[in-house]
């Protein structure tokens, strides 16, 4: 998918490094690519172990193609004496650096902070860590999942009588990316719109921002010492809030956050005197009342299919939504009049759909030119036409391990 015609993506001109890993950094990288960034994806030859994880087809990392596309991929191994001379000339002509080492790492190479921005005073460097680059935990191994865990996300997550529950994709990972990209954006307001015409650093946990995101646990507990517990999908702030199964075995979830939307769905599925019964009439009264409240939404929904429900829903203008999988998205009116999924050519697996990027901006929009490159496979174009190594050059650093 191209960009209008006429419009251009607002990051064009800008250059990034995105010398990460796995998914967090990655992403970072993607995001500004979409929204026209030159991103350089800078692989150890061995390769990002994203390449390999998740689902393959005809030996083409699935997840790779999506967290890497738009990009250009080159291979380095900046551990080494001429890995790190090559990165530096890189460095000079780049924007935006994302890297994702163990704290200290950078450093003991000489690419450190301190080092790069002596060679690139404009130099904005995220640097995503599990822990962040300090604190007694800095040096110790990171991952989304870890962070899902002790962010407290997992703690408030999953049944009252069951165990923390881990989301099954890269929640922590994603959320991390969209702070790393827009505190990017802003070090380059402030280095470019402001006028203080040089970069930064930026410490980046990816357990801060999914912390950041449990809203004002850390004020009730101080204020109030509430410790908050799992409650599966309900919430002690108000109700009917949950997952419901219809007739034909489908799921839907209702929120009621508005008092004439618990009107109209208690009107719905219990009739005017279950919606006036004076014990609901408060968010903490139907908490109160919940097992009653949640009894009464889902007996009428257990009485009906899904299209039924979602149809009476929409009549009596009460929030809902079906509790889709992938295969339903693919076939849902809303996904396919907003475009959000799109649809490209790949040169190893031919037609492909991925998500689309988001949000839309109306003068300034995405575009999505390629999906994930293989690896390496922009070393000559980025080594011999843009740094100006020779051809020769390049093959006595593959023969050495350098790229």
Request: charged share 25%.
């Amino acid at each position: 998918m191209s960009a209008e015609d006429g419009k251009t993506p607002p990051l064009r001109g800008l250059r990034v490094l995105d010398a990460s890993t796995v998914i967090a950094g990655p992403t970072i990288g993607r995001l500004m690519a979409d929204f026209g960034a030159d991103v350089i994806k800078v692989e150890h030859p061995r390769g990002d172990p994203l390449r390999n994880t998740g689902s393959q087809k005809d030996g083409h990392g699935l997840w790779s193609k999506m967290a890497n596309r738009n990009k250009r991929g080159i291979t380095l191994n900046f551990s080494s004496e001429k890995g790190q001379a090559i990165f530096k000339d890189l460095v000079r002509t780049a924007d935006v650096l994302v890297e994702n080492f163990r704290t200290g790492t950078m450093e003991k190479w000489g690419l450190g902070w301190e080092d790069l921005k002596a060679i690139n005073p404009r130099l904005v460097m995220v640097r995503v860590t599990g822990y962040g680059q300090t604190g007694p935990y800095k040096n110790r191994a990171g991952f989304g999942t870890i962070a899902e865990a002790f962010s407290g996300f997992a703690a408030i997550t999953g049944e009252a009588d069951g165990p923390p529950t881990l989301p099954s994709f890269g929640l922590a990972d994603g959320i991390a990316a969209a702070y790393g990209t827009f505190s990017a954006m802003f070090a380059l307001y402030h280095r470019d719109a402001n006028g203080a015409g040089v970069g930064q650093y930026i410490d980046l946990s990816i357990y801060e921002p999914l912390f950041q995101l449990m809203g004002p646990q850390p004020l009730q507990y101080d204020q109030l010492g509430i410790v908050q517990e799992r409650w599966g999908n309900r919430s002690k702030a108000n109700a009917p809030r949950n997952t419901y199964q219809t007739k034909d075995g489908h799921w839907v979830a209702i929120s009621t956050n508005a008092p004439s939307i618990v009107k109209r769905v208690l009107t719905l599925c219990g009739g005017e005197e279950v919606a006036n019964d004076p014990r609901f009439q408060t968010p903490a009264g139907r908490v109160e009342h919940i097992d009653e409240v949640d009894g009464i939404v889902a007996g009428w929904i257990g009485q009906h299919d899904l299209q039924t429900v979602l149809d009476e829903f929409e009549r009596v203008e009460a929030a809902i939504g079906p509790a889709y999988t992938i295969d339903q998205i693919f076939e849902d009116a809303q996904y396919q009049a907003r475009n959000d999924i799109v649809e490209m050519e790949d040169e190893d697996l031919g037609t492909i759909r991925m998500t689309n990027a988001f949000p839309f901006m109306s003068e300034t929009p995405a575009e999505l030119r390629h999906a994930g490159p293989r690896l390496g496979q922009h070393n000559a174009e980025i080594y011999i036409d843009e740094l100006g190594l020779t051809a020769d050059e390049l093959a006595v650093l593959e023969d050495e391990g350098v790229i």
